[in-house]
């Protein structure tokens, strides 16, 4: 069994690994969820701050706490052997060095093997700390969600010469800075591309693909609520739905209802 640094430079070397194809990445908030998916053998489970929307039916992720990820990493973590848990920092818990340190020590505690936070250059000091204290960090970069607010709404990012620019050189300081990976969403294929060809780690992407540029990224990350189809409410345009729980879901009522 690896501990969670070993499984992290075990994600790390799959940058240059052609022998396992692409990362799998997925997201799970509970036990059952996460033990099915690790037993199907993706290789990481995010227990991302999407929680909030998809689980607890918040508009946005600003309204998750810490101790919502922690009840959902504690739960996640029972449930998985293999994948790497990756614990989400949520808005507001990493707004120093100190206070990013402490989130992540929480989540490792409940059971995280690694922690994710999102934004770029502004975050190098407080990954530096987490690192220095032993914790692998993945670096989250491109169109933020703990900023939706301030961004008014979801906009692929990256289409313009200095958005372009700005992203890279984000990318490249979260690389120097030590993270071992990157979650990339909704940026064009084109930055996408550049970034991990630039980058020595692994690039994991979400939206910054389409059909005339496919995998842009090392690997893959989806929502596994938009995967399997059972948050009806709002689907994402670059999600790949696989089935249709929610139907299955209303089908079986029906039917329990109809039978009684
Ligand atoms: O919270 C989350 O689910 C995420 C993914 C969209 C990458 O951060």
């Not at 120097?176 to 969403?185: R, T």
Request: proline share 5%.
């Amino acid at each position: 069994m690896m501990n969670s640094t070993e499984k992290a430079n075990h994600i790390k070397a799959r940058k240059t690994d052609d022998t396992h194809g692409r990362i799998s990445a997925l997201t799970a908030y509970d036990y059952p969820t996460a033990r099915l998916l690790d037993e199907a053998g993706v290789d990481i489970i995010l227990v991302g701050d999407s929680l909030g929307m998809v689980v607890l039916g918040f508009p946005d992720t600003t309204h998750v706490t810490l101790d919502m990820m922690l009840h959902h990493v504690a739960a996640v973590s029972r449930g998985v052997k293999h994948a790497l848990v990756i614990g989400d920092m949520p808005i507001n818990t990493y707004d120093t060095p100190k206070q990013a340190l402490t989130t992540a020590q929480a989540l490792v505690a409940a059971g995280a093997d690694v922690v994710k936070l999102e934004g770029g250059v502004g975050q190098v000091e407080k990954i530096k700390t987490i690192i220095a204290a032993g914790i692998p960090v993945i670096g989250h970069h491109g169109m933020l969600p703990q900023r939706v607010l301030e961004d008014g709404g979801y906009k692929k990012k990256g289409k313009t010469k200095e958005e372009f620019q700005a992203i890279l050189e984000g990318a490249i300081a979260l690389e120097q800075a030590g993270c071992f990976a990157l979650v990339l969403e909704s940026i064009t294929p084109e930055l996408a591309n550049e970034i991990t060809t630039t980058l020595s780690i692994p690039t994991i992407g979400i939206g910054c693909e389409n059909k005339e540029h496919p995998q842009t990224c090392d690997g893959e990350i989806a929502v596994i609520t938009d995967l399997i189809g059972s948050y009806p409410w709002f689907v994402p345009p670059f999600a790949t739905p696989r089935a249709d729980v929610s139907w299955e879901i209303s089908r079986s009522v029906s039917e329990y209802i109809d039978s009684l």
